[in-house]
């Protein structure tokens, strides 16, 4: 059965800093991996998603994530964040004709 | 404008009550969700329907119910059986299948008087 482990409950980073958001999958098969973004009192928004091909994601808002099969890691990097982007972060993965699992998110809160 | 509503925003629910969550898309899309988010625990998933007139149960379905009569229309029903209803339920769509992107809406926040 598929599973998602985000490491970090919360990552405190300060504005115009790198970060890195960890999140790793178990899965006995080929998977399809996102992350989506949550603002506080709202539904959900994604940010980016790996199908197959590059393993270098491109997201919206600057986000990047790699797609590391050996170490079934999917982290989600920006070499320089926001106060904008204080938000709940969720890695979520889906293999086959499967549903959704979620990570059990991470909150980043940016400080100036 | 294409999206997902729910309604209402936030809503009490008496002990002994049912109460029903409407969540509604105007994205054409044949696959809806219902996710219940707790404090710490990430997204679950209480239902989904992959077309009209059909649905299964997810990972938390007890004390909930659902129906799919339209393909635009996925309310979600908490019935008295659920001891512990108080959460941010989530309704989501996609086009269908599991490499498609979840289009989510704004929430509906339930809680206990």
């Known amino acids: 059965a598929q599973s998602v482990t985000q490491l970090d409950s919360q990552v405190p980073v300060f504005e115009e800093a790198p970060v890195e958001l960890r999140c790793n999958y178990s899965s006995s098969v080929s998977v399809y991996l996102f992350w989506y973004v949550q603002y506080p009192n709202q539904g959900l928004q994604l940010l980016l998603k790996?199908?197959?091909?590059?393993?270098l994601v491109k997201g919206i808002n600057g986000f990047e994530a790699e797609f590391n099969k050996s170490q079934t890691s999917f982290h989600l990097r920006k070499p320089s964040v926001h106060i904008s982007d204080t938000a709940e972060y969720f890695c979520a993965v889906s293999e086959g004709y499967s549903t959704l699992t979620f990570g059990k998110g991470t909150m980043l809160l940016v400080s100036p | 404008d294409g999206g997902i509503t729910q309604s209402p925003k936030y809503l009490f629910r008496k002990e002994g009550q049912n109460v029903t969550l409407s969540c509604e898309q105007n994205l054409n899309h044949d696959a809806m969700y219902w996710y219940r988010q707790d404090p710490g625990q990430g997204l679950r998933l209480i239902y989904y329907s992959q077309i009209v007139n059909d649905f299964q149960k997810g990972d938390i379905a007890e004390g909930y119910s659902v129906s799919r009569e339209k393909k635009e229309s996925f309310p979600l029903t908490v019935t008295s059986a659920q001891k512990n209803p108080t959460a941010f339920y989530l309704c989501?769509?996609?086009?269908?299948?599991?490499?498609?992107?979840?289009?989510f809406g704004p929430g509906t926040r339930l809680l206990v008087l």
């Open positions: 790996y199908l197959s091909g590059s393993t």
């Open positions: 989501a769509s996609s086009p269908g299948t599991s490499q498609e992107t979840q289009y």
